[in-house]
Nanobody, 114 residues
Framework: QVQLVESGGGLVQPGGSLRLPCAAS????????MGWYRQAPGKEREMVAT???????NYAESVKGRFTISRDNAKNTVYLQMNSLKPEDTAVYYC????????WGKGTLVTVSS
């Protein structure tokens, strides 16, 4: 079993920045994928960014150039640095992990509004 715990959400003004950490605990395989998905009101959950244990990254087109995903394998933690935030980035952000099977965090709300 793996537990994923997110933090770092909140209210930010358009153009602002936030960093979302997600820490994994439990049975962590050395080869894995972690990342972030989001779900806005009335919309389906969508991939934001993922990163493999080897450091390969993948981003949604809508966040390329604004968001950066990184990880600290020693701490089993993944980070999402979000810059130049827009109102359309408002959503619940879910930490994702694949450790032989898929796991989800409980989510953290990010609200971009003036």
């Amino acid at each position: 079993q793996v537990q994923l715990v997110e933090s770092g959400g909140g209210l930010v003004q358009p153009g602002g920045s936030l960093r979302l950490p997600c820490a994994a605990s439990g049975t962590i395989f050395s080869i894995n994928v972690m990342g972030w998905y989001r779900q806005a009101p009335g919309k389906e959950r969508e991939m934001v960014a993922t990163i493999t244990s080897g450091g390969n990254t993948n981003y949604a087109e809508s966040v390329k150039g604004r968001f950066t995903i990184s990880r600290d394998n020693a701490k089993n933690t993944v980070y999402l640095q979000m810059n130049s935030l827009k109102p359309e980035d408002t959503a619940v952000y879910y930490c994702y992990g694949y450790f032989g099977m898929t796991y989800w965090g409980k989510g953290t709300l990010v609200t971009v509004s003036s």
